[in-house]
Every structure is written in C-alpha cells, then in structure tokens.
C-alpha cells in the first residue's frame, strides 16, 4: 500500500498563476483533508471531506477550492495564487466519517509564490 | 491568544535522557487529545491518543492530560537520536472534524 500520495512535490508559482494539487489514499478510507503547515503555526485546515460527495471549509478555505473527485481523491486547486499562500501542503486520510484523531498525511507540497 | 500553545523549541538533551514535551489549551470542550511526530520534510504520524483525561503508555511514551489544568505533556523514556522530531499536540471535541493542532516542539537527542 501506497498510504496517500500527494503530487508534486514542489512547486513555484508567479502570482495570480493557477495550479492544483493532487492527492490519493488507497486505504479505503471514507474522509479526506486539506492542511497548511506554515512556521509557527502548527497545521492548519483548509478544506474537509467526510465522505464522497461532500466537503466543507475548515479553518482558512479563502483563495482554495477543493473537489471530492472519487472516494481515493481529492485536488486542492489555487486559482489565483498569492504570496500568502507560500506554504507546506498535506493531505491527509482517516477511516471514519466523523470525528477522527487518527489521520493519515502524506509527504506533504512544498509550493512557493513569488 | 492560540486556542493550543506549544513551545516551539528547539529542546535538546543528550541520549537516554527522559523527555517532557507539554502543551496548554484553552477549549475546556476538547475530549481528544493527540500526540503526533513529524521527521523533517515528512507528513505527521500519529503517536499516542488519550480520550478525556488520565495517562495512556505505549513502549518508552506516556501521555499524559490532566483536563482542570488544560495540560497535556508527552514524556519519552530512555530517548535515542531516531526520536528526534517535531512533536505536534492536537485535539478536538467530540462532535468536530476539526483538530486543532500545536506549532509543534523541535526536540533534538544528541548522540
């Protein structure tokens, strides 16, 4: 088993650029999240997905997009990409659809934007 | 003020020392409570989870929350340069997606 894979795994942008970030699990799990790591500030939750066909903010969604294309995907897209947005992305994965401490990360994007 | 506060670090001690890692809250309606290890350039692993209060132990870790206090802490016994990490609390309440997780602590065993 791969666990989650997120590609790629770098990434440098031009301001107002536009760029998806892919990610899959091949766990069979039912949700999937969209974090940013950013020095200082721990993991912070962009978007959620609990189960296929449904997803929701988290704590910072303005300036992403997220679609649930699958039960094993789920794209980040940036559509226009702001300095502010230079961060570490991860995706993570979790079996249950509901609260659940037990999340699975992959190896995280690195994107800059200049 | 941080809903989680956690001392960045970095913490290095010398090998086979025993480690303490802390973190405070302040959303006394936090039921689970999660430690969880990134190594450099990787995505976070879970470690250790408590549910509500009292000690969990697995191997040379324990967690530990005390809820009256909003404190968790991790200790690692007998530590070994392959634990040096960043270690990230999180935790959520009972009917949230959501963790909220800590900055994480950089600890550093030497050799």
């Known amino acids: 088993n791969a666990g989650v894979t997120q590609t790629p795994k770098f990434q440098v942008l031009k301001t107002g650029q536009s760029m998806t970030l892919q990610c899959a699990q091949d766990?069979?799990?039912?949700?999937m999240y969209w974090y940013r790591q950013d020095p200082g500030m721990g993991l912070r939750l962009i978007y959620y997905?609990?189960?296929?066909?449904?997803?929701d903010k988290g704590e910072v969604p303005n300036g992403y997009n997220v679609s649930r294309l699958n039960k094993r995907e789920f794209s980040l897209r940036l559509e226009s990409a702001a300095p502010s947005q230079t961060s570490v992305y991860f995706c993570?994965?979790?079996?249950?659809?509901?609260?659940?401490?037990?999340?699975?990360f992959g190896p995280g994007t690195r994107l800059t934007v200049t | 003020q941080k809903e989680v506060e956690q001392d960045p670090g970095p913490l290095s001690v010398p090998e086979g020392a025993i480690v303490s890692l802390n973190c405070t809250y302040s959303?006394?309606?936090?039921?689970?409570f999660m430690w969880y290890r990134q190594y450099s350039r990787k995505g976070p692993e879970l470690l250790m989870y408590?549910?509500s209060s009292g000690n969990k132990e697995d191997g040379r870790f324990t967690a530990q929350v005390d809820k009256s206090s909003k404190y968790i802490s991790l200790f690692i016994r007998d530590s070994q340069p392959s634990d040096s990490a960043t270690y990230l609390c999180?935790?959520?309440?009972?009917?949230?997606?959501?963790?909220?997780w800590g900055a994480g602590t950089k600890l550093i065993i030497k050799p």
């Open positions: 993570a994965s979790s079996l249950l659809t509901g609260p659940s401490y037990e999340q699975y």
């Open positions: 766990m069979n799990h039912n949700s």
């Open positions: 997905s609990a189960s296929e066909g449904t997803t």
């Open positions: 959303n006394s309606a936090f039921q689970y």
């Open positions: 408590t549910y």
């Open positions: 999180a935790m959520s309440g009972d009917s949230n997606y959501q963790l909220i």
